[in-house]
């Protein structure tokens, strides 16, 4: 069982930063493929990008792509995500999710743990 705990999220004016992080309770995460989704308010939750559990290969929407960047560091079972040039439409609650020795699927349904969520807010 792999508990993944989100945080850095907050408000932020449009066209700042925020980094989130993803991290998990055991050393076996960098084994897991790690995703980013976001759901905000009356939509379904989207992906927003992905790293492969090698670390060698990343993946984003077509939204965030040259905004956003993940990154890994498994000697401290995190992942992060970097997000600049913010917009109001990036409002949403941010979930991370693993996926076992996962190339960085954009299927929702493909991933074995979630997170709780964190919200991130962009102002106008």
């Known amino acids: 069982q792999v508990q993944l705990v989100e945080s850095g999220g907050g408000l932020v004016q449009a066209g700042g930063s925020l980094r989130l992080s993803c991290a998990a309770s055991?050393?076996?995460?960098?084994?897991?493929?790690t995703g980013w989704f976001r759901q905000a308010p009356g939509k379904e939750r989207e992906f927003v990008g992905a790293?492969?559990?090698?670390?060698?290969?990343?993946y984003y929407a077509d939204s965030v792509k040259g905004r956003f960047a993940i990154s890994r560091d498994n000697a401290k079972n995190t992942v992060y995500l970097q997000m600049d040039s913010m917009k109001p439409e990036d409002t949403a609650i941010y979930y991370c999710?693993?996926?076992?020795?996962?190339?960085?699927?954009?299927?929702?349904?493909?991933?074995?743990?979630w997170g709780q969520g964190t919200q991130v807010t962009v102002s106008s």
């Open positions: 999710a693993a996926d076992y020795l996962g190339w960085g699927t954009p299927n929702v349904h493909d991933y074995d743990y």
């Open positions: 055991e050393r076996s995460f960098s084994s897991y493929a």
């Open positions: 790293v492969s559990w090698s670390g060698d290969s990343t």
